[in-house]
């Protein structure tokens, strides 16, 4: 079946700018999570949704970063007044449940802020 | 705080020998630790989950140790070929959200 989707793959965009990062996830799967990806480093957790509702948010930087899955499926995360310092590959994955649930991994998007 | 890491420099190998990378935590006791391969511009793919009473896990040419006393797992790939060329980050789960290392990233040369 199908896997996690990201759109859009790459995004550039200027500073002080308003981006939205989507997240499609495997069907039937009820746990959601975003994470941060800087070169060299590994995946920063940023948030992730049991359902419709945010678990654990504790990951987001600041107040101008804000997710929402309105319907417990898609997701999208979204940046306010972007900085140069967001620029970084936006993952997101999907599992079945929580804890040890393996999570799956979209292939991210490249977010560029000029 | 909680650590985790892994030895940020490159290892290079020779295609047919053993690949062996370290993934080192502090401050905690995971009671599983995983294991994830990522290749360059794609989302980490899972691998291996080993828990804290298991000392060793195999799946076809990997193998993941986990010592608690030395507070480490090590991830092995034997018999090399440099379609294993990756980065590979180790993580733990704390409550659902994935902790990972920075990732090692493995060049097999043929």
């Known amino acids: 079946g199908a896997g996690v989707s990201q759109t859009p793959s790459n995004k550039v965009t200027e500073k002080g700018k308003y981006v939205e990062l989507r997240c499609d996830p495997i069907s039937g799967h009820t746990a959601l999570y975003w994470y941060r990806q800087s070169l060299g480093q590994g995946p920063e957790f940023l948030i992730y949704f049991q359902g419709t509702g945010a678990a654990d948010d504790s990951g987001l930087p600041n107040d101008r970063f804000f997710a929402v899955r309105p319907e417990g499926s898609v997701s999208t995360l979204k940046i306010q007044r972007t900085e140069r310092g967001d620029s970084a590959v936006y993952l997101c994955a999907s599992s079945f449940g929580t804890s040890a649930d393996t999570q799956y991994f979209g292939p991210g998007t490249r977010l560029t802020v000029l | ?110």
């Open chain 2, 1 to 110: 705080s909680q650590k985790i890491e892994q030895n940020s420099e490159a290892l290079n190998i020779q295609e047919g020998k053993t690949a062996t990378l370290t993934c080192n935590y502090t401050n905690y006791s995971p009671a599983y630790l995983q294991w994830y391969r990522q290749d360059p511009g794609r989302g980490p793919v899972f691998l291996l989950l080993i828990r804290e009473n298991e000392k060793e896990k195999r799946k076809e040419r990997l193998k993941v140790t986990f010592d608690t006393t030395l507070k480490q797992s090590l991830f092995h790939i034997t018999a090399s070929q440099p379609a294993d060329s990756a980065t590979y980050l180790c993580a733990h789960n704390q409550g659902g959200k994935l902790i990972f290392g920075q990732g090692t990233e493995l060049s097999v040369k043929p």
